[in-house]
């Protein structure tokens, strides 16, 4: 299974940047997708989650109204549009996989199994 994650970069406060996520190995379809992101010096945490359809999602709440998540199951790949972006944004972000055989939107990072590399994203002010 991998998970490569592409889009990052640096970008102005208030800019905006489009994040992907393209997964190979696995069945796409049965897998709820995450975002996760760690600050220098801090730990990982919840971004934005999709469910195995699209149809649930769930925010942390500093990138609610900024931050939309979604998926293309065709194209076994997941999306994250981030706008209004922030200083303290900045991070590196990762994806994450999690089979389900319900349709939730996972947010804790302990239930995904698959990780990407992570890309790095950097807002200036």
């Known amino acids: 299974v991998q998970l490569q994650a592409s889009g990052g970069g640096l970008v102005q406060a208030g800019g905006s940047l489009r994040l992907a996520c393209a997964a190979s190995?696995?069945?796409?379809?049965?897998?709820?997708m995450g975002w996760f992101r760690q600050a220098p010096g801090k730990e990982r945490e919840f971004v934005a989650a999709?469910?195995?359809?699209?149809?649930?999602?769930n925010y942390e709440d500093s990138v609610k109204g900024r931050f939309t998540i979604s998926r293309e199951n065709a194209k076994k790949t997941v999306y994250l549009q981030m706008n209004s972006l922030k200083p303290e944004d900045t991070a590196v972000y990762y994806c994450?996989?999690?089979?389900?055989?319900?349709?939730?939107?996972?947010?804790?990072?302990?239930?995904?199994?698959?990780w990407g590399q992570g890309t790095q994203v950097t807002v200036s002010s």
């Open positions: 994450a996989a999690v089979y389900m055989r319900g349709d939730y939107a996972r947010v804790g990072q302990e239930e995904y199994t698959f």
């Open positions: 190995g696995l069945t796409f379809s049965g897998y709820g």
């Open positions: 999709i469910s195995r359809s699209g149809d649930y999602t």
